[in-house]
C-alpha cells in the first residue's frame, strides 16, 4: 500500500506562504525549504489554487500567495484539496460470500472505518493553518531554523 505526502507538502507549502505575510513567494524557495524540486512545488500549488485556497501573481517578483487568511483554512480544507480517496480502502473484489468470513467481514469493518475517517475529519477540523504557522514561529525559538527570505 502507498501513501501519499502531498497533504503533509502542502501543509509545510501554505505555512511557508503565510510566514512570507503577503509577499509572493517563488516555487524554487518553497522547493528549496520541502527539500524537492520546484515541479513537486508547482504540482501542488495547482492543487491548492484550484481549490482556491491560493493564488498566483505572475511576471518579476511573482510567485503564490494565499486566496484565504491562515485563520480560515483549516486542515481538512488542505486535505481535502489534496486527497480524493478515504483513508481506507476495502476489497478490490467482493469477498466470497460463502465464506463466513467473507459474507461478513463488510457490514462489520465499514462502520469502523467510517468511524475513523470522521474522527480524523474532525481532528483536521479543529486545526487552522495559523495554529500550524504559529506553533513553526513558535517552535523555531527554540529549535533553530530561518525562514528562507524573499
Known sequence: MTTSTRFSVAVHVLTS?????????????IASSVNTHSTVIRRILSMLNSSGLTTAQLGKGG???LSIAPE????????????????FATH???PNDD???GRNILPILLPVLDDAQKALEQQLNNTSLADIVA?????????GGFLISL
Request: charge should be neutral; hydrophobic fraction near 40%; include cysteine.
Open 17 to 29: 506562504i503565510a510566514l512570507q505575510k503577503g509577499k509572493p513567494v517563488p516555487s524554487d524557495m
Open 135 to 143: 506553533s513553526v514561529t513558535e517552535r523555531s525559538i527554540t529549535h
Open 63 to 65: 510567485g503564490a500567495l
Open 72 to 87: 480560515q483554512i483549516t486542515l481538512l480544507d488542505i486535505y481535502k484539496s489534496m486527497e480524493n480517496d478515504l483513508i
Open 99 to 101: 465464506c463466513i468470513v
Open 92 to 94: 478490490r473484489a467482493p
